[in-house]
């Protein structure tokens, strides 16, 4: 299954990407508290932080409900 964080592409997603904050090696998943490589702002402004491993499980949802995406999942073996 595609995941819709790699699937997303246009200007005004990237526009929306690179106002959602870097992630740092403290961030821990929301999920499961592994090292989080997506951030998620929902249409509220709350933000959800995930693995790759369940941003790639909750993004199609989420992106359905109007959120912001950051995909930070490249840099996971830099």
């Known amino acids: 299954m595609t995941s819709a964080i790699t699937t997303l592409t246009g ?3 990237a526009e929306a990407v690179t106002e959602l904050a870097p992630l740092t090696v403290a961030d821990r998943c929301d999920q499961c508290n592994a ?3 997506v951030r998620v ?8 932080l995930f693995c790759g491993h369940h941003g790639r499980e909750h993004a199609p949802v989420l992106a359905a409900q109007g959120a912001d995406l950051r995909d930070d999942t490249s840099t996971i073996d830099a």
């Open 11 to 13: 200007p005004a997603v």
């Open 41 to 48: 702002r929902m249409p509220s402004g709350s933000e959800l």
């Open 35 to 37: 090292q989080a490589f």
